[in-house]
């Protein structure tokens, strides 16, 4: 991959904390300021990868979490080889729900999951298409879990594993504080998306952007 690439932004966090509806309200305000992006979502976004998103969330028969960590990995691998590596080529603005950190924080901390292995996996999978920045989006488990609905495999676990997910999230944000960057999921949409934005534009340097 060439070192002059476009920027690669992946949005984290547990399940409620609003990352679909600033995902979308991001995009919106990149294509009114007429900059080239490529929106994308793990497990996803390729044929490959949405059969595994099917199989991650909605299957009824039991995985093993390591198996769950194998599949993850795959699906990841097969996104970065068939959109990210291209998207980042032509320069867009690459924004991604969920990526690398989802596998540490769900299947490390959350599942025990060897966190050593999920690195190694991950920068397998990853290559050069490393995230520039990432949004921690961060709420309490209970108040994501209600605005979620608890629909799929991961929403119906127990408190505990979301509890789980979420210090490991904070981990691994303390660990990466100059790429990560948490923003409190309680308040409004309108301040978050605000700090989303401005987050954003401190990394997005090879053009300027008109301002409100």
Do not use: W
Not at 58 to 83: H, M, N, P, W
Not at 108 to 125: C, E, K, P, Q, T
Not at 149 to 174: C, P, Q, T, W
């Amino acid at each position: 991959m060439s070192k002059k690439r476009g920027i690669l932004l992946s949005f984290e966090g547990i399940e409620g904390t609003g990352k679909s509806t600033q995902t979308r309200r991001l995009c919106k305000y990149l294509k009114d300021k007429g900059i080239s992006y490529t929106l994308l979502r793990e497990p996803g976004s390729s044929v490959i990868g949405e059969q595994i998103r099917d199989i991650l969330l909605f299957s009824k028969g039991k995985l093993s979490y390591f198996a769950e960590t194998l599949l993850f990995i795959v699906a990841r691998d097969q996104l970065r080889r068939q959109k990210i590596e291209t998207a980042l080529e032509k320069k867009d603005v690459v924004i991604l729900d969920r990526y690398a950190d989802a596998t540490i924080a769900y299947q490390g901390y959350g599942s025990g999951v060897d966190i050593n292995l999920i690195n190694d996996l991950n920068n397998r999978a990853m290559g050069d298409a490393i995230a520039d920045v990432t949004i921690l989006f961060d709420v309490d488990p209970p108040i994501g879990l209600v605005r979620s609905g608890r629909n799929d495999r991961f929403e119906k676990r127990k408190m505990d594993f979301h509890e789980r997910v979420r210090r490991g999230y904070l981990k691994i944000a303390k660990a990466n504080p100059k790429r990560i960057k948490i923003i409190n999921a309680s308040e409004d949409v309108a301040s978050i998306q605000d700090k989303v934005r401005e987050i954003f534009l401190s990394v997005f340097k090879p053009r300027k952007v008109r301002q409100h």
